[in-house]
């Protein structure tokens, strides 16, 4: 386990490094020169001027003045835990070996250590918990041919199916670029051109958008992957991650409850259940369907904005997780954390959903700014497997990963001179056949509006009251072409849906003149001017 090894002090008692009259809790600089006074700047009598030579000053404040990198441009805000994967060798009564040879899921019992981060998305990294948004659910499978990333949500579908679109959705979500503030009609604008999002508008607007905290809500991987079985055969697969805590989501009026007493409940909640030796667990389940475009559905299966029905494509249990541990250091583990979609194991393979394509370059790209380009050899994000490339340098290199008995003076491939080479190969490639025009165009089962549709009417009605509600809410100050375009989209998800936040908003349209005329003169009577002091 190399997970703590950066944030543990190096010594015992006896550790031969220590130079004489040194305790193992003596303060050094990062150059090991014991501090003899960390409180005074050394200045020319007590009350200055300060020198420049102030060596542990310098390094202290300029190091302090770096602590500091780029927060996550989506899914700021997280909380992390390590703990155990355990396969059960089947994938419901078959073995799991027909349709996929990743080590990881063959035996039953296997364990594979595992990293876990869950994330809101939309806002920074130290914004409420409480808000409306989709739930990352990022695990990464440390597993004996290396590392695995599953980089999910708790919703089970998505806004968009093109990865071209993502950053306009992305900038539509966050603040204003003028006022910087979250805006409805921001949001609105983009989605009411943007018909494939109905379906997880639903859910993202009902309770189901808020979930009460991470232990119980679901996971999933939304977008499509492939298993590869020994043969080099494929099958499409979607993973979902199902809470055996239960599930539980919050209305509107019960998260701001919540959030008016702590922004950092979902942290606060995951972190006291580790502690207290409450392990969330979670059991991964697949759903398969043979390779290729199954015309007979009425969508497609690589569309990430739809569900595969459980009655035809059944959730099949192959293992359960268990997290057990704290991070010891919430930066080194959880901040400094890289997941990306492209991150697979021998078994594992891509669809063609092109939104995972656009997703798997974008992962790795950004973490090469954000953490730097050696972020592979940070603790947190080594495979805890034998590593050798022959990458090297760049900022931040943490070690040369070349294996023992490398030639050193090697880091090319191929040689003749003891330097590295290429893996057997075990099992026959999976090769599918593509052909076809290059075109920038959508795929063509978009229907958009069924399940979204379906989605509404499946809701309980306590659920539909609060979606209803919130869309309205959303809404009312939008511009009017925006709100017309809106029902119009909800009315082909179910006439219903579209009938109630029409009505919804005419009536606030109506209140909206009384309210704002009540609230000037609420807020005269209130107000009490501060006294200077
Ligand atoms: C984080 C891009 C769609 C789940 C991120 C990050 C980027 C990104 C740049 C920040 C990563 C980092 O700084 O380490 C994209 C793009 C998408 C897309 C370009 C679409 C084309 C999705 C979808 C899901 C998802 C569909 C859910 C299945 C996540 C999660 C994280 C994340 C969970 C946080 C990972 C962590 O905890 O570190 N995404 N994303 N993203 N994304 Fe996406």
Request: hydrophobic share 30%; with cysteine; proline share 6%.
């Amino acid at each position: 386990d190399n997970t703590g090894t950066a944030v543990q002090n190096p010594g015992s008692s006896s550790d031969p490094r220590r130079t004489e009259g040194e305790q193992s809790q003596t303060l050094t600089t990062r150059q090991g020169h014991p501090v003899t006074n960390n409180q005074n700047l050394r200045t020319i009598g007590s009350r200055g001027p300060t020198t420049l030579e102030n060596y542990h000053f310098l390094e202290k404040i300029s190091h302090f003045d770096r602590e500091r990198i780029p927060e996550r441009v989506v899914h700021a805000r997280g909380a992390g835990a390590h703990g155990v994967f355990e396969a059960y060798g089947t994938v419901g009564d078959e073995p799991v070996r027909r349709y996929t040879r990743a080590k990881l899921f063959q035996e039953k019992g296997k364990q594979t250590p595992v990293f876990v981060r869950f994330s809101s998305v939309i806002h920074g990294g130290h914004s409420p918990e409480t808000l409306r948004d989709p739930r990352g659910f990022a695990v990464k499978f440390y597993t004996e041919d290396g590392n695995w990333d599953l980089v999910g949500n708790n919703l089970k579908v998505f806004f968009i199916r093109d990865a071209m679109k993502f950053p306009d959705l992305v900038h539509a979500f966050k603040p204003d670029p003028v006022t910087n503030r979250q805006s409805g009609e921001r949001i609105f604008d983009f989605i009411s051109n943007t018909p494939e999002a109905m379906h997880m508008i639903t859910l993202l607007f009902s309770p189901w958008g808020i979930p009460a905290n991470y232990r119980q809500m679901q996971g999933s991987g939304v977008n499509t992957y492939k298993w590869v079985n020994e043969r080099g055969e494929g099958v499409l697969v979607k993973y979902h991650w199902e809470p055996l805590q239960g599930i539980r989501n919050l209305t509107q009026p019960e998260a701001e409850k919540v959030q008016s007493k702590n922004f950092n409940h979902a942290t606060q909640d995951l972190y006291d259940a580790i502690e207290r030796g409450e392990f969330p667990q979670w059991e991964l389940c697949v759903q398969i369907m043979s390779d290729g475009d199954h015309p007979e559905l009425d969508f497609d299966p690589l569309d990430d904005t739809k569900i595969w029905s459980r009655e035809q494509f059944p959730w099949l249990p192959v293992g359960r997780m268990t997290l057990n541990r704290n991070p010891q250091n919430y930066f080194a583990e959880v901040e400094q954390a890289a997941f990306g979609t492209g991150v697979l194991v021998d078994g594992l393979d891509f669809s063609d959903d092109k939104m995972l394509q656009g997703r798997t370059f974008s992962y790795s790209d950004t973490q090469r700014y954000r953490v730097g380009p050696n972020y592979l050899q940070l603790p947190i994000n080594a495979p805890k497997k034998h590593v050798a490339t022959n990458q090297r340098d760049g900022q931040m290199v943490y070690m040369v990963d070349s294996a023992p008995g490398q030639n050193a003076h090697v880091n090319y491939e191929p040689s003749n001179l003891r330097g590295l080479t290429e893996a057997p190969r075990t099992y026959p490639d999976h090769t599918p056949w593509v052909e076809g025009p290059l075109v920038r165009q959508s795929i063509e089962r978009t229907n958009n509006f069924a399940q979204a549709g379906e989605q509404y009417r499946n809701f309980e009605d306590w659920e539909r009251d609060d979606l209803i509600a919130n869309l309205v809410d959303n809404l009312k100050d939008a511009a009017p072409v925006i709100q017309t375009k809106m029902v119009d989209l909800l009315t082909q998800c179910d006439t219903d849906y579209g009938r109630r936040v029409a009505e919804g908003l005419a009536q606030a349209g109506q209140s909206t003149e009384e309210d704002q005329q009540q609230a000037v003169r609420q807020a005269e009577e209130n107000s009490h001017e501060a006294q200077p002091y």
